[in-house]
């Protein structure tokens, strides 16, 4: 089966800082490859996906580009907000009905 | 934007109680799902649901989860007698096609805390 494994966090930036947040996957065949957030009391949104190899998933300043070569969809902003800090899951699978599997959560923190 | 709805957001429940969460996926979405995350954990995938049967499940859902779609909007997950490890956020999540890489989309969750 799919797994995630993704950094620890907390990541602590300031404003306007640039963010990288380290994602890798197992799997077998070629899983979709998500990059969920999580803002306090609220449930899972969908930031961005790719769907196969080199395809770049791209959202409100957030990019990730599926790396096949190296089974990594790192998620980069290149200047980060206060309002960006939220819980970020790295998710595989989803193809069809697949269930996704999704890495630990990166917690970033964006300071004035 | 069509969305997921749960409810309720929290439910509190003594141990060895019976709870049913509710949600009700987007409207013209074929594939059900629910997920769990216990408080500062990864988020865990329970089980599947399409075509009224369960198409997948992981090994937490045991024979005290079960899962039901008693009507055409509604989907619920019930946890027979509940234990104290069951406290955890639990999200329901809906997709629309088969052969498709359409994301899955979450409601906002039901924090269920045992005591």
């Known amino acids: 089966g799919n797994s995630v494994t993704q950094m620890e966090g907390p990541v602590t930036l300031s404003e306007e800082a640039f963010l990288t947040i380290n994602c890798t996957y197992t799997a077998t065949g070629y899983p979709s490859l998500f990059w969920y957030v999580q803002y306090p009391g609220e449930g899972l949104q969908l930031l961005l996906k790719a769907t196969k190899a080199d395809d770049k998933g791209s959202n409100k300043g957030f990019e990730a580009t599926y790396r096949k070569e190296t089974t990594s969809f790192h998620l980069e902003k290149g200047s980060v907000q206060v309002s960006d800090s939220a819980v970020y899951f790295c998710g595989a699978g989803g193809t069809g009905f697949q269930k996704l599997v999704f890495g630990t959560g990166t917690r970033l923190l964006v300071s004035p | 934007e069509p969305e997921v709805t749960q409810t309720p957001s929290h439910q509190v429940t003594q141990m060895g109680q019976e709870v049913i969460l509710r949600c009700v996926p987007i409207?013209?979405?074929?594939?059900f799902y629910w997920y769990r995350q216990i408080l500062g954990q990864k988020v865990e995938f329970l089980v599947s649901f399409y075509n009224n049967e369960i198409s997948e499940k992981s090994e937490i859902f045991d024979d005290q989860f079960s899962v039901e779609r008693p009507d055409g909007s509604n989907f619920t997950l019930k946890i027979r007698s509940t234990k104290l490890e069951d406290s955890a956020m639990y999200f329901c999540?809906?997709?629309?096609?088969?052969?498709?890489?359409?994301?899955?989309?979450f409601g906002d969750g039901t924090r269920l805390s045992i005591l």
């Open positions: 409207s013209n979405h074929l594939y």
């Open positions: 999540a809906s997709k629309g096609q088969h052969n498709s890489n359409q994301p899955q989309h």
